[in-house]
């Protein structure tokens, strides 16, 4: 008459149940890994869409606020109120803007730029119009990984990549009827938008 076995379990069973539970626990770990690299990536992708929206945003909110107002540079020179296509600036212009230190509403005005550095979008604003050497300005960051960065202005029935025009007739403060800009981020990848100036 044979004894009965014991109760538990043999060291065979246990390698292989800690076997199969060291190959669960590295598929687990790499689904989960891939799902995290996901969610990392789809944040990214989220954030570098969020900064491009607020980039055009403000840079079509600086059109419609331009008004005919030109300013005096750091050298005492003229600027038009709108200026495009010299080297380094995309874009200058003098805009309305809400002068919340006034216990009256009202409307001030700034001077704003638009440059493109080591493929960075920057904003530049002055809150005094006629500047001086010393004349600070603030800046801020807003879209990087650019590669290319295109403005073309629309007036007097023709585009242009200048304003004002340098094969027209001086126009002083005249403002574009709107504004084309495209920028490229490399790999196919651009976006195009359309602006109209208001007024």
Do not use: C
Request: aromatic share 6%; charged share 25%; net charge neutral.
């Amino acid at each position: 008459m044979s004894s009965p076995r014991p109760g538990g379990f043999t060291l065979v069973e246990l390698l292989v149940a800690l076997a199969l539970f060291a190959v669960l626990s590295v598929l687990s770990y790499g689904g989960l890994r891939h799902v995290m690299n996901l969610d990392a990536g789809l944040a990214n992708a989220v954030a570098r869409h969020t900064d491009l929206e607020l980039a055009l945003l403000l840079i079509e909110q600086d059109l419609h606020a331009t008004v005919a107002r030109g300013v005096r540079d750091e050298l005492g020179g003229s600027e038009p109120a709108l200026r495009a296509g010299l080297d380094g600036d995309l874009v200058s212009l003098t805009r309305r803007t809400a002068d919340l230190s006034m216990s009256t509403p009202g409307a001030a005005l700034a001077r704003v730029r638009y440059r493109l550095v080591g493929g960075v979008l920057y904003r530049d604003v002055w809150a005094q119009l006629d500047r001086t050497p010393t004349t600070a300005y603030r800046a801020r960051r807003l879209l990087d990984g650019i590669e290319g960065l295109d403005l073309r202005f629309f007036g007097s029935e023709t585009w242009s990549p200048f304003w004002p025009r340098p094969d027209s007739t001086p126009q002083g403060d005249t403002l574009p009827d709107g504004a084309e800009i495209t920028i490229d981020f490399g790999q196919g990848r651009s976006v195009r938008r359309v602006l109209v100036r208001a007024g």
